[in-house]
């Protein structure tokens, strides 16, 4: 297997640490990585912040800003340009699959996406109270107050992400559809300080696999994330190990990812999380 970073942010990233792309990548290449991906957050939609609910930095940080897309660009080129000796980089985004904005999205990717060639799909927000938009990942406040309020157990919580990661897999994105799904357990993130279940239901297995069905048919890798196992609350790698095992039954490929936000977070777990998959 070919020593790769899948997942990694940059100084555009408003919620990130600030530091330098290139530093992130020579880093990458001081710890033998063969080939690296900038997948900076995807602005979001325009319209997006009328069905949004939460703190407001939970969407005015979450990606980062349509303006500084040819910077993006710039920068991400003149990276690949610069280290093309020593290290394949690839550039895309992570992209927010929300439901409501799938035609808004598909335009984006049929516009930015002839200057991609790696992407990924995740799941960062979902509806619960009020019928609004919720951000999963960003306070515990929010999460409390706006998601897990609005179910009944963790397993109602579980089954209605999953339900949104299942949408994402089979939605139809077109000629630059992402190739792999972001983090596929995300919605555990604050499991320990919720006590959220630990094991999935029997009901979200049976989701899990419908889900992992539909990357095997639709050729999409999933992110083997090690952000989890750093988060306060979480302490666990995305997706769990029970998931990992039934993909790998399908043969469904992983790439690692750091979902690096500095360069401290470059490489983080790697070969902890690839001997899962190995």
């Given at each position: 297997?070919?020593?790769?970073?899948?997942h990694?942010?940059t100084?555009?990233?408003?919620?990130?640490?600030?530091?330098?792309?290139?530093?992130?990548?020579?880093?990458?290449?001081?710890?033998?990585?063969k080939?690296?991906?900038?997948?900076?957050?995807?602005?979001?939609?325009?319209?997006?912040?009328?069905?949004?609910?939460?703190i407001?930095?939970?969407?005015?940080?979450?990606s980062?800003?349509?303006?500084?897309l040819?910077?993006?660009?710039?920068?991400?080129?003149?990276?690949?340009?610069?280290y093309?000796?020593?290290?394949?980089?690839?550039?895309?985004?992570?992209?927010d699959?929300?439901?409501?904005?799938?035609?808004?999205?598909?335009?984006f990717?049929?516009?930015?996406?002839?200057?991609?060639?790696?992407?990924?799909?995740?799941?960062?927000?979902?509806?619960?109270?009020?019928g609004?938009?919720?951000?999963?990942?960003?306070t515990?406040?929010?999460?409390?107050?706006?998601?897990?309020?609005?179910?009944?157990?963790?397993?109602?919580?579980?089954?209605?992400?999953?339900e949104?990661?299942?949408?994402?897999?089979?939605?139809?994105?077109?000629?630059?559809?992402?190739?792999?799904?972001?983090?596929?357990?995300l919605?555990?993130?604050?499991?320990?300080?919720?006590?959220?279940?630990?094991?999935?239901?029997?009901?979200?297995?049976?989701?899990?696999?419908?889900?992992?069905?539909?990357?095997?048919?639709?050729?999409?890798?999933?992110?083997?994330?090690?952000?989890?196992?750093?988060?306060?609350?979480?302490?666990?790698?995305?997706?769990?190990?029970?998931?990992?095992?039934?993909?790998?039954?399908?043969?469904?490929?992983?790439?690692?990812?750091?979902?690096?936000?500095?360069?401290?977070?470059?490489?983080?777990g790697?070969?902890?999380?690839?001997?899962?998959?190995?």
């Amino acid at each position: 297997m070919i020593k790769r970073e899948g997942h990694s942010h940059t100084e555009f990233c408003p919620h990130g640490s600030g530091d330098d792309v290139e530093l992130m990548i020579q880093k990458a290449i001081r710890l033998g990585f063969k080939e690296y991906s900038i997948t900076e957050h995807a602005p979001l939609p325009a319209g997006f912040s009328k069905m949004y609910a939460g703190i407001p930095t939970g969407l005015s940080e979450a990606s980062m800003a349509a303006s500084d897309l040819d910077a993006y660009f710039a920068k991400t080129d003149l990276m690949r340009k610069k280290y093309a000796d020593q290290i394949k980089i690839h550039v895309g985004f992570e992209i927010d699959y929300l439901p409501d904005f799938t035609d808004w999205t598909r335009a984006f990717l049929n516009e930015y996406g002839p200057q991609t060639d790696d992407n990924i799909l995740s799941v960062h927000f979902m509806k619960g109270r009020d019928g609004k938009f919720w951000c999963v990942d960003d306070t515990t406040t929010d999460f409390k107050e706006g998601l897990l309020s609005q179910f009944t157990s963790s397993q109602a919580l579980y089954a209605a992400y999953f339900e949104q990661v299942l949408a994402s897999a089979n939605v139809d994105f077109g000629q630059y559809a992402p190739n792999r799904i972001g983090h596929m357990t995300l919605i555990k993130k604050f499991q320990d300080y919720f006590h959220l279940d630990r094991q999935f239901s029997s009901a979200n297995l049976q989701k899990v696999a419908e889900i992992l069905e539909a990357l095997k048919r639709n050729h999409l890798e999933l992110d083997l994330n090690a952000a989890g196992l750093y988060k306060q609350y979480c302490n666990e790698q995305y997706p769990s190990y029970s998931i990992i095992k039934m993909a790998k039954k399908l043969e469904i490929p992983f790439v690692y990812g750091s979902d690096a936000h500095s360069i401290d977070d470059i490489g983080r777990g790697y070969n902890g999380l690839i001997s899962l998959v190995e």
